[in-house]
């Protein structure tokens, strides 16, 4: 049974950085791209970043520059690096691999 844990969401103020991980169980997903979504309150979840099975990387225009998404293949761990925090970026964090989604972990940033 696949399996989604994320972790490392938290309250941040505007400027901060937060780290999210997300640790996959019940397979092997080494050949599969590994991302991250968001959802805000009233919103339509929405793509953050994705990577590739070979390391390639996709960005929203809206969090490039300020987030890096990473993974570790022997782990089965995706990363979410954010940095410079914006209010906007409030939202419950979501990641997906292979169709298959996690829980989510609330980030949120005050102003």
């Known amino acids: 049974q696949v399996q989604l844990v994320e972790s490392g969401g938290g309250l941040v103020q505007a400027g901060g950085s937060l780290s999210l991980s997300c640790v996959a169980s019940?397979?092997?997903?080494?050949?599969?791209?590994m991302g991250w979504f968001r959802q805000a309150p009233g919103k339509e979840r929405e793509l953050v970043a994705t990577?590739?099975?070979?390391?390639?990387?996709n960005y929203a225009d809206s969090v490039k520059v300020r987030f890096t998404i990473s993974r570790d293949n022997a782990k089965n761990t995706v990363y979410l690096q954010m940095n410079s925090l914006k209010p906007e970026d409030t939202a419950v964090y979501y990641c997906?691999?292979?169709?298959?989604w996690g829980q989510g972990t609330q980030v949120t940033v005050s102003s």
């Open positions: 997906m691999v292979a169709n298959y």
């Open positions: 019940g397979g092997t997903f080494t050949s599969y791209a």
């Open positions: 990577i590739g099975s070979r390391g390639s990387t």
